[in-house]
């Protein structure tokens, strides 16, 4: 046994909506640059989608960052300065990476205005969740391979991070009105996508909400409320709901190794 070391997942969704402020658009960004492209390490895979009827009709990817495919670690890096060197290698490459994917995001914003006239979050989230990984089973042959290598065992941990208003329009569900949802409704809704086969299952994932917004405060209020309930019945763990969670998620993704590890 080589231990076991935690995996990263983290597929985030930025909603490309006509009323997107160019400031959020610029926070969105910081978050996905410095709170999480920084904190990535080497086995980390980083994956961000649009929230758009484009992508509903064609998934699209517009970044898309595995970190295992690229090495940091070599063998005459010796003992003593192995880890010394890796991180630098590490940090140098998320250095390098963050401009381009802030100058991918805002060109694929221009792109797709074509596509903002809905925000069709379920269906975006339903999208995110296919992208899970789950821990490899090994067979024999493949843990004494490892062994051999010295490599660690992965225990991935599947992260969302939700970049939107939260205000879900399609034809299906809207809370566009200044009322919001009916909180009385609220639970049938939920009820009839899981009856529908449009619930995912969640399981394990970690969800950050960052810029929860409304044009009143019981629209606010009530959509929150759906997404809470939403998000439990997924199997989900909604770890913080804000207009802006950008130091939530880099506190999360520091202390990654705080929680244990099966």
């Not at 003992?79 to 963050?98: I, P, S």
């Not at 809207?174 to 639970?187: L, M, Q, R, V, Y």
Request: glycine share 8%; hydrophobic share 35%; proline share 4%.
């Amino acid at each position: 046994n080589t231990g076991v070391r935690r995996g990263l997942n983290v597929v985030g969704l930025i909603d490309f909506s006509g009323s997107l402020p160019p400031k959020a658009l610029e926070r969105y960004i910081q978050i996905i640059c410095h709170h999480v492209m920084m904190n990535l390490d080497e086995v980390d895979r980083l994956v961000i989608l649009p929230i758009d009827e484009g992508a509903k009709k064609e998934p699209t990817r517009l970044v898309f960052d595995d970190m295992s495919q690229h090495q940091f670690s070599f063998p005459t890096d010796g003992f003593t300065h192995a880890q010394e060197l890796r991180l630098k290698r590490v940090h140098d490459y998320v250095n390098n990476r963050a401009p381009e994917i802030e100058a991918e995001i805002k060109r694929q914003k221009e792109i797709r205005k074509q596509f903002t006239y809905q925000s069709d979050i379920l269906s975006a989230i339903e999208q995110a969740a296919k992208l899970e990984r789950r821990d490899a089973r090994e067979n024999l042959a493949g843990a004494f391979g490892r062994f051999v290598s010295g490599k660690k065992a992965v225990a991935w941990r599947n992260v969302m991070v939700v970049f939107s208003d939260m205000i879900q329009e399609s034809s299906e569900y809207s809370f566009a009105s200044p009322e919001g949802p009916d909180s009385k409704t609220i639970p049938s809704i939920v009820k009839q996508l899981k009856g529908n086969g449009r619930l995912p299952d969640m399981s394990g994932w970690v969800i950050f909400v960052d810029g929860r917004t409304g044009s009143t405060n019981r629209q606010i209020v009530r959509i929150q409320d759906f997404w809470v309930q939403y998000f439990k019945a997924a199997g989900g763990e909604l770890r913080a709901y804000d207009y802006d969670v950008g130091n939530e998620i880099g506190s999360f993704l520091v202390d990654r190794n705080s929680e244990e590890v099966h």
